[in-house]
């Protein structure tokens, strides 16, 4: 009998270098280390640093040096996003000659200001669910020579998804395998829910939703464990890996880790830093019981 080699599970932890490591990171790195352990596979780690206006080397540093101290080893060398733009800017550019991705003008403010005037008269603006308004119609519908001549004045621009034609192009119905500490088993995807999101911003050649699918097919990743903030965001991942042709990941989103206050961990909240329970003399072995592992 031929024997069909079983493909190597392989897990991320795939943090932003833009500022500390809290305690929410420390419990996604053991989780990701020991259930890659645990399944014979591969823990890789990824440095998210699209945003090259709030990454710094420091930052990264000490990710580096908190994942050591707590005694996890990752396959190197980690991938780091800044180093492959070109591959973010191939995946948009193949959604941009599908016409699933439109360049858009309007700045954050020129939103804001449409939505404080919208919600006035006690009207709701909709909303993604993360609580961020959805974007306006208006660049959607302009002619392809009215955008043309937008792009040739050098007017500044982020590319979306045409999100209604973006569904139309997808196999559907679309959803995920889910194992995490939420709703569990398949769980369907509503892509729609976020409207036309961001794929490449004005400011960096891609953005975390396009660069986070191309790296999970890029670097072979089987299963994606991370926190439930980012639950519903598989939904959007799911319709980019199905339309730029992408293997479709396991998914477990875990519990977070709260603060004293009951509210989610923030890395401007040093307090709660890795670094800062190592220098008051916590030990790795302590703080894993600190987040309840
Ligand atoms: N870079 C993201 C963060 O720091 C995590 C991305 C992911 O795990 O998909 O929140």
């Known amino acids: 009998m031929i024997e069909i080699p079983r493909q190597k599970p392989k897990f991320r932890f795939a943090p932003s270098p833009n500022g500390t490591l809290h305690l929410g990171?420390?419990?996604?790195?053991?989780?990701?280390?020991?259930?890659?352990?645990?399944?014979?596979?591969?823990?890789?780690?990824?440095?998210?640093?699209?945003?090259?206006?709030?990454?710094?080397?420091?930052?990264?540093?000490?990710?580096?040096?908190?994942?050591?101290?707590?005694?996890?080893?990752?396959?190197?060398?980690?991938?780091?996003?800044?180093?492959?733009?070109?591959?973010?800017?191939?995946?948009?550019q193949t959604l941009i000659a599908r016409g699933l991705v439109y360049p858009a003008f309007l700045t954050r403010g020129e939103v804001k200001s449409r939505v404080a005037a919208f919600e006035a008269d006690g009207k709701s603006w909709p909303r993604d669910p993360d609580g961020t308004p959805l974007y306006p119609m208006d660049d959607r519908e302009r002619s392809d020579a009215e955008r043309q001549g937008l792009l040739a004045s050098g007017m500044k621009h982020a590319w979306r998804l045409d999100m209604e034609r973006a569904l139309a192009a997808a196999d559907q119905p679309l959803h995920w395998q889910e194992s995490g500490d939420g709703e569990t088993g398949t769980i369907p995807a509503d892509p729609a829910a976020w409207g036309d999101v961001v794929l490449s911003r004005s400011d960096a050649p891609s953005s975390y939703h396009l660069s986070v699918v191309v790296d999970d097919a890029v670097q072979g990743i089987t299963h994606v464990v991370r926190g439930l903030d980012l639950f519903h965001a598989t939904s959007i991942h799911r319709l980019l890996q199905t339309l730029l042709g992408l293997p479709e990941p396991l998914y477990h989103h875990h519990r977070l880790v709260l603060g004293e206050d009951g509210k989610k961990l923030s890395k401007s909240m040093g307090d709660t830093g890795i670094a800062e329970w190592r220098r008051r003399g916590l030990s790795p072995a302590e703080l894993r019981r600190r987040i309840g592992l």
């Open 25 to 92: 990171h420390a419990l996604s790195a053991i989780l990701n280390h020991d259930m890659a352990a645990e399944a014979g596979g591969d823990f890789l780690l990824r440095i998210e640093d699209i945003d090259q206006a709030r990454c710094t080397p420091d930052f990264e540093e000490g990710i580096y040096r908190d994942l050591s101290w707590l005694g996890l080893s990752w396959q190197q060398p980690a991938r780091r996003q800044s180093e492959h733009f070109p591959a973010y800017q191939q995946a948009l």
